[in-house]
């Protein structure tokens, strides 16, 4: 049965029309103006325990969301059956507790989540959603029974994370031990936090994805600042009150965000295990259904995150995780006018900058970067946090790196780190601001200090090609090694009930098997529409030599307006391959143009094909 999603309540919605010339309390960021009065006093949102009914989509709406998914963001959808009324208790105090993100919220249910996501920013995957998220140091892993200890203590560094990644990477080439290594080192290495999962756009896109996951940052999630110390908060309160499904909710949300941020995929079965709980508890609860659809969007199923969303929002219409949630599905499933609708109905109902970021990502993939922009630098301005003010630089660096415009990225990273030393996304984007400036010797230093704390495959292939270009003694081998644990991330990913097809497609496209990657991406193109999975596909097939098949995902991957330097060089090689010289070489030009740097190889294979394409005239 196809997952049921709210459309009749919001078949009078209108599309997200980009903020307009300033006139009275446009100056602010998207949702300001309608939290004050003609007084200058700000409100709230409506609030059901006042008496007052939520706002129904009505087609007045203006659009001033930010949108944007993940990273994002991350296997096979949580079964949608009903609700389970009994569910076996996971112990708390046996759940192993992380460092960051908001800190501890007991609260049982509505209002509790709208003051959280007040300050919190989201997470599921920016993409990565995707990308992207807030990676941090290695989370302190617990010491429960249900996955595993990690050392005396339960803990596992960074370190131990990419060594056992490593050994995993190089067993798989024996057939006679992989599969004993394989169960041994999974256990390890997700027990320890294993590899950073999500991405989405919300950092970088980890691998392929913009999804959630990438890094949006998580609404709601333990308002507060630290994560680890919320989680052993509600740990330590839930062994007091076991009944309490609130409690519950929060813990499984934290978990999500957990493992988005720390690449620790053990965390989302433990996440549905709290979730579970609560649904036992109180069958039914929004808040529990709201971290399904965010642990749905974490592990790539949209579709379910989409139907987990909108039950959310039957119960609680101002679910701030919901909203984004909702959000981010619809972006990933390529549905970006619903995308837009839907930003512009969580901007009135819970303005902040979760929502915010996804606004400015719709505007982004439709083509107005502007916008976007305004957008973004407004949720800046209003940003009181370091991890906001380090999320909303991030994306501003992502963006104006994305236009080519590098100078200007490295001061947002710059900003970023400045509000957060620690924040991943912002050293990668650096790190790839820096290879597309010439500094490639301080490109490679950073990518290599990303990698050994976050093993995604966005960073790793990045570095992978950085090696390759360079063609000092060694670096080929070390090339082939950043390639191979991309293959051993999917594998714990996946064990892990991450779908991670579309990251397996562009790096086997590129690095690996053809075949693979077009079974992966045509399994990609066939759950989700989007621009990223139709470039996914469209690479895979030129890979595997099929350049007329491959030219109309091409053209449908840049038909939305969306600016990506890797989508026009992608192109402009499948127009070259099928005979169409003039259009390739205006996707070609427009690619370098746009980003000199998008990818060391794909760069000089790029300037490479236009001398041809020039010689040939």
Not at 265 to 291: I, V
Not at 309 to 320: G, H, K, V
Request: with cysteine.
């Amino acid at each position: 049965m196809p997952p049921r999603t709210n459309d009749s309540a919001r078949e009078n919605e209108q599309g997200a029309a980009p903020p307009s010339s300033p006139e009275p309390g446009h100056g602010e960021a998207p949702g300001a103006a309608r939290r004050r009065d003609r007084g200058g006093k700000r409100h709230r949102p409506p609030d059901r325990a006042h008496g007052t009914e939520p706002d129904r989509e009505r087609g007045t709406e203006t659009t001033r969301s930010p949108g944007r998914a993940p990273r994002p963001g991350h296997g096979h959808a949580p079964d949608h059956a009903p609700e389970p009324h009994h569910a076996h208790a996971p112990d708390p105090a046996r759940e192993p507790g992380d460092r960051r993100g908001p800190g501890p919220a007991r609260g049982r249910g509505d209002g509790q989540e709208r003051r959280a996501g007040r300050r919190a920013g989201d997470g599921g995957d920016l993409p990565e959603r995707r990308a992207g998220h807030r990676h941090g140091t290695s989370p302190t892993a617990g010491t429960g029974t249900e996955t595993g200890t990690a050392g005396p203590s339960g803990t596992a560094s960074a370190g131990q994370r990419v060594a056992a990644l490593r050994r995993f990477a190089a067993a798989r080439h024996s057939r006679g031990v992989h599969l004993a290594l394989c169960a041994g080192l999974l256990a390890v290495a997700m027990t320890a936090g294993a590899v950073a999962v999500g991405g989405g756009r919300d950092g970088e896109r980890a691998g392929t994805d913009a999804a959630p996951a990438a890094g949006t940052r998580a609404p709601g999630t333990l308002a507060g600042g630290d994560l680890d110390a919320g989680i052993r908060a509600l740990q330590a309160h839930l062994r007091a009150q076991p009944r309490d499904f609130g409690s519950w909710a929060d813990l499984g949300a934290a978990y999500v965000e957990q493992a988005r941020t720390d690449g620790a995929p053990s965390r989302y079965p433990q996440a549905e295990r709290a979730l579970a709980r609560s649904l036992a508890l109180a069958p039914g609860n929004g808040q529990a259904l709201a971290g399904r659809a965010a642990l749905a969007a974490a592990r790539h199923d949209f579709t379910g995150a989409l139907e987990y969303a909108d039950r959310a929002l039957e119960q609680d219409p101002y679910s701030e995780r919901a909203l984004c949630s909702r959000i981010d599905a619809l972006v990933e499933l390529g549905r970006y006018d619903e995308a837009a609708r839907a930003a512009g109905t969580a901007d009135r109902r819970r303005p902040g900058v979760p929502v915010f970021t996804r606004y400015a990502y719709v505007r982004e993939l439709r083509g107005d970067v502007r916008t976007a922009r305004e957008v973004l630098e407004r949720a800046l301005d209003g940003a009181s946090s370091p991890a906001d003010v380090a999320y909303v630089a991030t994306a501003l660096g992502h963006l104006a790196r994305n236009q080519g415009d590098h100078p200007a990225a490295l001061r947002h990273y710059a900003r970023a780190l400045a509000a957060d030393e620690d924040h991943l996304p912002a050293l990668e984007g650096r790190a790839r601001a820096q290879a597309a400036s010439g500094d490639r010797a301080g490109a490679v230093e950073a990518l290599e200090r990303v990698v050994a704390r976050s093993p995604l495959p966005g960073p790793l292939v990045a570095l992978g090609e950085l090696y390759e270009d360079r063609g000092a003694d060694g670096d080929r081998a070390k090339a082939r090694a950043q390639y191979a644990l991309v293959h051993a991330w999917t594998a714990l990913a996946r064990a892990g009930g991450v779908n991670a097809d579309l990251d397996t497609a562009l790096a086997a496209a590129d690095h690996g098997d053809p075949g693979e990657a077009l079974r992966a991406a045509r399994a990609a193109w066939d759950r989700r529409h989007s621009v990223h999975a139709a470039d996914a596909l469209a690479w895979a097939l030129h890979a595997n030599g099929r350049d007329g098949e491959a030219l109309p995902y091409a053209r449908r991957a840049t038909a939305t307006g969306y600016r990506d330097a890797a989508f026009l060089y992608h192109r402009g090689m499948i127009e070259r391959a099928t005979g169409h010289d003039r259009a390739a070489r205006a996707s070609l030009t427009a690619a370098l143009e746009l980003d000199p740097g998008f990818s060391p190889l794909g760069a000089r294979a790029a300037r490479a094909a236009l001398r041809d394409l020039e010689g040939a005239r």
